[in-house]
């Protein structure tokens, strides 16, 4: 649980950081603060570039600092990810919506909760390891399939195809499913990639916004009334018959 709580503290550091100038195509070099410093502006010319830890500066672990700059990056874009996907998750559930069949092989039904918390409580503890199981497997795939590590001047935020030896009968691209991106030119790819950086920190923003408010009614004003009360645990993601608090 300590390791946990470390990546999501580390992974929202990272969100500060600005992204690099180049797109998706050309992200194989590694990046320099001054690279984070010309894009900042474009993201968010109010703003410009924002590190008030100065983690851009940083050699993590031993590293230099253009390969700290590289784990910074794929963190905020692995995290505004995941934050798009609980923020639009969030608001599914606080309107009671589920899918129509069983949630579970036993036959449980999906919960018709009031927000997303209580349906992550209502899941079973072994289909909560299947899920952390799957991540895993997925984080695991990311860190050795790709070509070029992305602390090592690698793509950031890309997701390697299984191919055939991995997945029976031909290959699947998490990244690309339908193939739309590989007909893009290299300005609509860096177009997109800083579309999705921002829209990755607004989401990161709002979802800890609803987390906010579920916890302590008024912490955000604007959502007062909005978002369901919840008085679980966010930080228990299992039973303490598995997992003790700490």
């Known amino acids: 649980m300590k390791l946990v709580i470390a990546s999501l503290l580390a992974g929202c550091a990272a969100a500060f950081a600005p992204a690099s ?14 690279d984070l410093e010309s894009l900042a502006k474009q993201l968010n010319p109010l703003v410009g570039f ?7 500066g940083k050699e993590f672990w031993g590293t230099s600092n253009e390969e700290t700059i590289g784990f910074l990056r794929e963190s905020e874009v692995k995290h505004g990810r995941i934050a798009m996907f ?5 608001i599914v559930h606080a309107n009671g919506i589920h899918f129509p069949w069983a949630m579970q092989l036993d ?6 909760v009031s927000s997303a918390p ?3 409580d209502s899941i079973s503890d072994a289909a909560k390891l299947q899920i952390f199981a799957f991540i895993g497997f997925l984080e695991f795939y990311r860190e050795v399939a790709c070509e070029k590590h992305y602390m090592k001047g690698g793509k950031i935020g ?15 691209n998490y990244y690309d499913p339908f193939g739309k991106n590989k007909n893009m030119s290299a300005e609509q790819k860096e177009s997109g990639l800083r579309k999705e950086l921002n829209n990755g920190r607004l989401a990161m923003l709002g979802i800890f916004g ?3 408010e579920a916890k302590i009614e008024g912490s955000v004003p604007a959502l007062k009334g ?5 008085d679980g645990e966010f930080m228990a993601p299992l039973a303490k018959s598995i997992l003790p608090s700490l």
Request: hydrophobic residues 40%; charged residues 15%.
């Open 21 to 34: 100038q180049s797109g998706r195509p050309s992200t194989a070099a590694r990046e320099s603060v001054a």
């Open 50 to 56: 924002y590190d008030p830890l100065d983690l851009s």
């Open 86 to 90: 609980a923020f639009v998750g969030y």
């Open 107 to 112: 036959g449980t039904p999906f919960p018709t």
């Open 118 to 120: 209580e349906a992550w």
């Open 158 to 172: 890309e997701f390697p195809a299984f191919d055939a030896k991995v997945i029976p009968g031909g290959a699947l």
């Open 210 to 212: 609803f987390l906010s």
């Open 226 to 230: 909005v978002i369901s009360h919840y």
